[in-house]
């Protein structure tokens, strides 16, 4: 079966701007998770959404915020672009019940000039 | 903040077994030990976890102490595709349980 996709793979900002990125998860999973990786503070967990409900939040300004639709699809948005979100932002999918995987998309790269 | 403590790197030679051994003194008794790896800038890909049992699969064997505070994944016959970086992670059970918190990994280097 297909992976999790992610879009764009790769994104360039100017400070100031916002972006939305995109996520499709393995047919059939629930939830879906961001992460942020910065060389300087590695993976960091920034929301997980299940049925359609952010379930768990981690500690990012209210610039970071996401949403999930229907299908499980899932987007998350950073307004007021600032240099330091220049990051992989990375997508993870599973079922969302205790010891499931997390399935992780390849990734989309942003970098705020 | 991530709960677990690793080697910041580690070498093992192609075709002999790697350990990578994990430090989670703070585990609870309902929280999972989990390990994942990254290859170079690559999403991260699951490898195995466990609860107390020690646990088997096709990729790598993973054993729990007895007091669960320590963990060693085990790559029984490294390649150099093993190259990457690897992640142990604990995670509770309940709706928490996909809020991973990844520490810095130990990157391993798979030589000829």
């Known amino acids: 079966k297909a992976g999790v996709t992610q879009t764009p793979r790769y994104l360039i900002k100017t400070r100031g701007q916002q972006v939305t990125l995109s996520c499709s998860p393995i047919?059939?999973?629930?939830?879906v998770s961001w992460y942020q990786q910065t060389p300087g503070q590695g993976l960091q967990f920034l929301f997980e959404?299940?049925?359609?409900?952010?379930?768990n939040k981690g500690n990012f300004p209210g610039r970071f915020s996401g949403r999930q639709f229907s299908n499980s699809r899932s987007e998350m948005n950073v307004s007021t672009l600032e240099l330091g979100d220049s990051a992989l932002y990375l997508c993870?999918?599973?079922?969302?019940?205790?010891?499931?995987?997390?399935?992780f998309g390849p990734g989309t790269r942003l970098t705020v000039l | 903040d991530a709960k677990t403590t690793q080697p910041p790197s580690m070498d093992c030679a192609e075709g002999r077994a790697a350990n990578l051994p994990c430090n989670h003194s703070?585990?609870?008794?309902?929280?999972?030990v989990y390990w994942y790896r990254q290859i170079h800038s690559q999403g991260p890909q699951y490898i195995i976890h466990?609860?107390?049992n020690n646990e088997t699969n096709e990729m790598a064997s993973l054993i729990i102490t007895e007091d669960r505070k320590s963990s060693t994944l085990i790559l029984p016959h490294a390649t150099l595709r093993d190259t990457a970086v690897y992640y142990c992670?604990?995670?509770?059970?309940?709706?928490?349980?996909?809020?991973?918190?990844f520490g810095s990994g130990t990157k391993l280097n798979v030589k000829p």
């Open positions: 703070t585990i609870s008794g309902n929280e999972y």
């Open positions: 959404y299940f049925s359609e409900t952010q379930r």
């Open positions: 466990g609860l107390k």
């Open positions: 993870a999918s599973s079922f969302g019940t205790d010891y499931n995987e997390q399935f």
């Open positions: 992670i604990v995670a509770v059970a309940g709706y928490n349980f996909n809020k991973f918190y």
């Open positions: 047919s059939g999973h629930r939830s």
